[in-house]
Nanobody, 115 residues
Framework: QVQLVESGGGLVQPGGSLRLSCAAS????????MGWYRQAPGKQRELVAV???????RYADSVKGRFTISRDNAKNTVYLQMNSLKPEDTAVYYC?????????WGQGTQVTVSS
């Protein structure tokens, strides 16, 4: 059994910042990728950022320069630092963790950017 526990979502004004965290626990081995997706109402789920085991990263064009993904291997935790938030960043953010056997998803955390 693998559990992903997300935290850090909430309501923030445009231009503000939030930091999301996702901690993986349970029978998970040799994580090779951790990342974040998001889904806005009426839209498909889209990649936000992913970090591989060799520390390479990939970002959606819409968040480059504003969001930073990082991971703590000792804690099996991935973070997403979100700066200069815009109303269009409003969505449910889902954590993803992939190991040798499967891909696991978090339950989602709401991020709302509004004045």
């Amino acid at each position: 059994q693998v559990q992903l526990v997300e935290s850090g979502g909430g309501l923030v004004q445009p231009g503000g910042s939030l930091r999301l965290s996702c901690a993986a626990s349970g029978s998970i081995f040799s994580i090779n990728a951790m990342g974040w997706y998001r889904q806005a109402p009426g839209k498909q789920r889209e990649l936000v950022a992913v970090i591989m085991s060799v520390r390479s990263t990939r970002y959606a064009d819409s968040v480059k320069g504003r969001f930073t993904i990082s991971r703590d291997n000792a804690k099996n935790t991935v973070y997403l630092q979100m700066n200069s938030l815009k109303p269009e960043d409003t969505a449910v953010y889902y954590c993803l963790v992939r190991d040798l056997s499967a891909t696991y998803w978090g339950q989602g955390t709401q991020v709302t950017v509004s004045s």
